[in-house]
């Protein structure tokens, strides 16, 4: 039997997307996505797991009730894709589910972590499947950074030899993955996407998210502030990395606008931020990977025109596209991911990709509920 259920919520906070992925053979990559549904979290969920993202009073007790809520709202997802595609649970080999991210500090003195809110037996016990979660602290354990883990999957869909390849995916972070013709892998956070764009357009427009980047594209960028925000010391620093809201948030932002000493007009502000990621993407993409013809996109980013049609402007040797292009449709990649991840767990084969992640070697992600 082999197909699988991937559960994902990325960094944006948006929502859970679902995908049912069938593979045709245990060995081999051939596969078909079944179906994809993606849920948006109910405010009385997404306020709390905002909240915790940050260091405050009563924690464990908060965490633990977000776990169970993200734990029914995976579950909700999955009974959808169900319903979708007209499967029963007995036909789901496992899930792979990611779980919210409140924490990452896979280089913590003292032994790094990254913490990802999910209740899985309460998952298991709702759906009757076995649920392959916290995918990540295997590979901080064995000294890696736990992320980003989408290149292993990448590489496994994408990579074609002889070819060098980019894909990227544009979630609340963004993260790129190298292909190199010679067969070499990397991948890493290249810094803020959504994030950020996001957190500006709720707090200046009232609105979740920048529909087609069309804000952004009617403002000016701030050099200045481009400048300053470009000059953060994760940009430079060499891979392997990782990163999340425990650094690009809107507080990062504001930081940066008190030490501009003025205020630039909010739309100039959507503007630079979609440049700061747009450049900060097109600077790792030369320096790294300067042979690439090709760009593929992909996560909630590959539906904001401006931003791609900057990423083409900022790289003009490249054609960028969305991975639609390579058969699999932007929104569902992740999950996709995420139902591979399951996978490998359930063969036993590593998950992870050492040479991207900088573990010590290759390990089994994951830890089982079972049904
Ligand atoms: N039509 C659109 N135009 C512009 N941006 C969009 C559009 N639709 C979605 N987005 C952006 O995509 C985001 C969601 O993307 P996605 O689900 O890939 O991110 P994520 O959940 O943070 O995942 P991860 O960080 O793990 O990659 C939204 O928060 C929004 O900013
Ligand atoms: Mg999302």
């Known amino acids: 039997m082999s197909l699988f259920v991937g559960l994902m919520s990325g960094t944006s906070l948006d929502g859970v997307d679902g995908v049912a992925v069938r593979w045709t053979r245990d060995d081999a990559p051939a596969m078909q996505v079944l179906g994809h549904v993606h849920r ?18 009563d924690e464990l007790e908060r965490a633990a009730a977000a776990a169970i809520g993200v734990a029914h709202a995976y579950a909700d997802t999955l009974e959808a894709v169900l319903s979708q595609t007209g499967l029963q649970p007995d036909a789901v080999r496992a899930v792979g589910a990611h779980g919210q991210t409140v924490r990452h500090r896979p280089q913590a003195s003292g032994g790094g972590f990254s913490i990802q809110l999910l209740n899985g037996a309460v998952l298991a016990e709702r759906s009757g499947i076995d649920v392959v979660c916290d995918l990540r602290s295997r590979d901080v354990a064995a000294g890696g950074q736990g992320a980003p883990l989408v290149p292993a999957f990448h590489a496994d869909r994408f990579a074609v030899a002889g070819e060098a390849r980019a894909v990227l995916n544009l979630g609340g972070i963004a993260n790129v993955t190298l292909l190199h013709a010679d067969g070499r892998i ?17 707090e200046h427009r009232g609105i979740p998210y920048d529909a087609e980047g069309r804000w952004a594209a009617s403002g000016q960028v701030d050099a200045a502030l481009l400048q300053r925000m470009l000059s953060d010391p994760y940009f430079q620093r060499p891979p392997p990395k990782s990163t999340g809201r425990d650094l690009f948030q809107a507080n990062w932002l504001k930081a940066h606008l008190a030490a501009l000493g003025r205020a630039p007009a909010s739309i100039d502000v959507q503007a630079t931020l979609a440049e700061l990621t747009a450049r900060s993407v097109a600077d790792v993409l030369q320096r790294h990977l300067p042979d690439a013809r090709g760009l593929w996109v992909c996560g909630g980013g590959a539906l904001n025109d401006h931003l791609l049609a900057r990423l083409a402007a900022l790289l003009p040797h490249l054609r960028v596209q969305t991975t639609e292009a390579l058969g699999l449709p932007p929104l569902q990649v992740e999950a996709v991911a995420f139902a591979w991840l399951a996978r490998e767990f359930v063969e036993r084969r590593a998950g992870n990709r050492a040479d ?11 830890c089982l509920y079972p049904a």
């Open 186 to 202: 990397g991948g890493f956070d290249t810094g803020p996407a959504n994030v950020l764009l996001d957190a500006w357009a709720a």
């Open 356 to 366: 991207v992640t900088g573990a010590k070697g290759p390990r089994v992600l994951g």
């Open 40 to 57: 948006p979290f109910d405010p009385r969920l997404r306020g709390p797991l905002l909240a915790l993202n940050e260091a405050g009073p």
